[in-house]
Each structure stands twice: as C-alpha cells, then as structure tokens.
C-alpha cells in the first residue's frame, strides 16, 4: 500500500478541522480496505469527536474494519479528556494496521497510543511523511513543546518600507493591500486563536479585528494597553467577542472602579472582558506568552504597530511572518518592522506580493 499516499490525504481533510478544533490537534485520518478509502474523518469542534472516531463512524460496513488499516496525521491519544481514548476505539474494531505520521509530544500521549495499539496485537508504522505532519502540527506542538502559542506575525508595507502614514484621515483610510489581499487576511484570522494588538492601533484605526470576509471562528482578541487609553467606544470593547485586555498594574488599580461602574459596565467581566497586568518594563514579550499560555490560547496573529511587532521580533518570539507589500509609496511615515529571516514563499495577489519568512 502507498502509504505516503494515504497520509497525503489525511493531511488534506486535516486542513477542514484548523480553527475549529483547538486546543486539540487539527488531526485527519483514512480508513483504507483493499486498497479503497472507505472512511474519512477531521477533529470535530473541542470536546467533540476526534479525528478517529469520525473516520470509523463514516465507515458502512464495520466488520472490514479488522481487515482495514487507518491512517492518521498524529499518534491516536491514550486517555480520557472530553471523549474516551482513540487508542482504545481502533484496538476495539481490531483495526489490522495503523500509520501515524507523527508521535505526539503531549505527555500525556508521547507513545502510549502507540504502545496500546502494539500491545493488542495491530501492526503499527510510525514517521509516515513525518516532516509534514509536524509542519500541519505545528500550533499544537508549539504550545506542547515550548509552552507558548504558535506566533504569527502580518503586517502590510509600502514598497518604500512604511506600514502608515504619520497623519491618519478617519474619514478616508489609507490602505496599502488590495481588496483580495484583505480577504485573504481574514481568511488567517479564521486559523488562528487569538489576535494582538496594541494601543496605537486601537486608537488611530478603530478596527473590530473580526472575521467580515470570510468563514469561520471569530479569534480571541488581545490588546495591550498598557495605561488604559483605549475609549471605551472603541469596536474592540462592543461586547460581542471575548476580549483581553493586556495593561499595567498601577493603571489597573488607579481605574479600576471607574472600569467596573463606567467604561465597561455593560460587560460579563469574567466571560467576555478580561484584564491580564504585566511589567511593562522588561520581558514584555515573554510576560504576553505567559498571559496567553495561561488562557490556553494556542496560536495569535499579531497585526499590531511596529511597535508592538517589533517587540516580539526583537525578544526573538515568533514563528512565522506575513508581509503584504502593496504598490504604494508614502515617502514618510512610519516605518516597517525590522528583521532577518530568509523568504520561504512570496505569493502575487494581483499587484500586491505576500512575502512568508519562517523563524528557524
């Protein structure tokens, strides 16, 4: 059988479950009898099923299962979280074979999926294209691996090298990416967990940092605002998403009973409206990892100022880098992030380019 082939397509379905099954893992698998897909399965939203439960019960006729041989993207888990153990579902249906792509690194998991499998007699292959696997894996084995979230970094630049003007016009906003490459742009907001911004954003732009132009989850949004001088009009503050607002003790403290009475009464404080305190004198970056590993946040696209993103790019905190370059020149204003990173891709979207860098 063409392995490589099958998890291919694993690899494929897996893509369906981005944005929708965090925490967990974005796992695909193929159930394959005689050569023939007879069942396909992604992770369902958390807390419900997993990839592998999905694939069996897509399959008609359960009795092949024994015959059949599963492929998936990750290690099959081996305890009780939200759903029972897969591990335990494909030894039940004495599935002949199981390829896994990769292990997982969750020690909760990290071979005892496999263990189990071995242990009951199924034939187990491990590292099936497993270089891909992890690159697909990549925000969960980042929150596993160095428990922090999967950090992306966007921003859009002239071709002279300036992400805004100095001066900002309310009334008629400057955009340097075309309409296609701000679709796309919300396209990688449905991916990811979480958004980040920071103060100056907030205030000079307004934005909702939700998704308008495409399908899916709406991420958590993170603002910093380290002395609380966001208006309390501001999109951000509507209610509507789940909101954390980064900020600094002492202003925490000086205004917190104008926040409760006034600026955000109109808010479940606890479910929908969240302030985290961090020293905004050192580790900035780092402190934000923290606050956002504690919330379980799993991966953040970080469309803040240069001031914000080159925060993390010089804490060396990131992961990957989106830099839409339009055709406009500013002559003035402020001036793109500062980095080294090799290209790994550029992307032409109509007149504009996507330039994607890599942190290694």
């Known amino acids: 059988m063409n392995h490589e082939f099958y998890i291919k397509r694993c690899l494929q379905i897996a893509k369906n479950a981005i944005g929708i099954s965090r925490p967990n893992p974005c796992v695909g698998a193929v159930i394959v009898y005689q050569n023939r897909v007879i069942g396909e399965g992604f992770t369902s939203d958390y807390g419900q099923n997993h990839a592998e439960v999905n694939a069996v019960n897509s399959v008609k006729n359960k009795t092949l299962l024994k015959e059949a041989t599963i492929y998936v993207t990750l290690e099959p888990c081996s305890h009780f979280g939200k759903t029972p153990p897969c591990a335990d579902l494909l030894v039940k249906h004495q599935f002949r074979n199981v390829v896994i792509g990769c292990v997982d690194s969750n020690i909760l998991v990290a071979g005892k999926g496999i263990e189990r499998l071995r242990k009951a007699g199924i034939n187990v292959i491990v590292g099936v294209l497993e270089a891909e696997c992890k690159a697909h894996h990549k925000r969960f084995f980042t929150v596993q691996e160095k428990k922090r979230p999967y950090i992306i970094l966007k921003w859009a630049e002239t071709k002279d090298g300036f992400v805004a003007p100095f001066k900002r016009n309310e009334q008629s906003p400057v955009w340097i990416s075309n309409n296609y490459a701000q679709q796309l742009v919300h396209k990688f907001r449905s991916e990811e967990h979480a958004i980040l911004v920071g103060t100056n954003t907030v205030i000079a732009d307004n934005p909702k940092l939700n998704i308008r132009t495409w399908f899916g989850n709406n991420p958590i949004r993170i603002v910093l605002d380290k002395s609380l001088r966001i208006p309390k009009e501001a999109a951000v503050f509507n ?36 302030f985290e305190t961090i020293n905004f004198t050192k580790n900035i970056a780092g402190q934000i990892c923290d606050v956002l590993q504690k919330h379980q946040i799993q991966s953040v696209l970080i469309e803040g100022g240069t001031i914000t993103l080159q925060t993390f790019i010089d804490a060396n905190l990131w992961d990957e880098a989106n830099v839409f370059v339009g055709e406009t020149f500013f002559k003035n204003g402020i001036k793109a992030p500062v980095f080294s990173a090799i290209i790994t891709s550029e992307i032409k979207i109509k007149n504009d380019v996507l330039k994607k860098y890599t942190n290694d």
């Open 239 to 274: 209610g509507i998403l789940k909101t954390i607002v980064i900020t600094d003790a002492t202003s925490l403290k000086q205004k917190e009973g104008s926040l409760k009475l006034e600026h955000f009464g109109q808010f479940d404080r606890s479910r929908e409206l969240i």
